[in-house]
């Protein structure tokens, strides 16, 4: 069985600020992580993926995530906050043919 | 590549009607479909996995007689809400496989529809 917890519900940062949204994952077999954005009343949009090779992943929109297998943890981040990074953002888990398994979801809220 | 449709995107219908949503894999083959809800300020929770020619299979507690799903062909999954009520209100999503792409453990999500039941 897989399973994903992120840490805080609710995110806040000033604009400028680091973005680190945390997601912490449990799989019995080798994980295929994602990070999705949901903007209000809208679908999900694919930020970065892991699969194999290169543990730190690249993204769109400056976002990155470092798959740690020791900590079975798959942060994501962004050195500079921007307004319109303001939105929910999903941490999945998938692998071996299973289904996905989505976090509970972060709302990140970026201040002026 | 890997674009996933639906339509609509937005429906609103009276109590105790049916509602249709289409989900089409656009450029892809999808022998697998999956169908999801989303309620306010909640994640997604997976509905039912639905399978080209065969019935789909349903989440333990989604009552498959009120969740319709339908999968005709390789690039059409048909959810049906029959007898919608207001707590059927909520945001559907759907998700496709794509078997001739690099990673069988991706999915290609639809943009949502979000039904309404007054």
């Known amino acids: 069985a897989q399973s994903v917890t992120q840490l805080g519900s609710h995110v806040s940062v000033s604009e400028g600020a680091l973005v680190l949204l945390r997601c912490n994952y449990s799989s019995s077999v080798p994980p295929y992580l994602f990070w999705y954005v949901q903007y209000p009343n809208q679908g999900l949009q694919l930020l970065l993926k892991y699969t194999t090779g290169a543990t730190l992943v690249k993204g769109i929109n400056g976002f990155e995530a470092e798959f740690k297998k020791s900590e079975t943890s798959f942060h994501l981040t962004k050195p500079s906050a921007h307004m319109s990074d303001a939105a929910e953002y999903f941490c999945a888990v998938s692998g071996g043919g299973q289904n996905f398994v989505f976090g509970p979801g972060t709302r990140l809220s970026v201040l002026p | 590549g890997a674009v996933v449709s639906q339509h609509p995107s937005r429906v609103i219908c009276k109590s105790g009607t049916s509602v249709k949503i289409e989900c089409r894999s656009l450029d892809f083959q999808a022998t697998t479909m999956f169908w999801y809800r989303q309620f306010p300020k909640q994640s997604l929770m997976l509905m039912a996995t639905?399978?080209?020619?065969?019935?789909?299979?349903?989440e333990q507690g989604v009552e498959k007689d009120k969740f319709l799903i339908n999968h005709a062909s390789l690039t059409l999954s048909t959810l049906t809400v029959t007898s919608a009520h207001p707590e059927d209100s909520s945001f559907y999503i759907c998700s496709a496989r794509d078997p001739a792409g690099s990673s069988y453990n991706e999915q290609f999500f639809g943009p949502g529809t979000r039904l309404t039941v007054l």
């Open positions: 639905s399978n080209e020619g065969s019935k789909a299979t349903y």
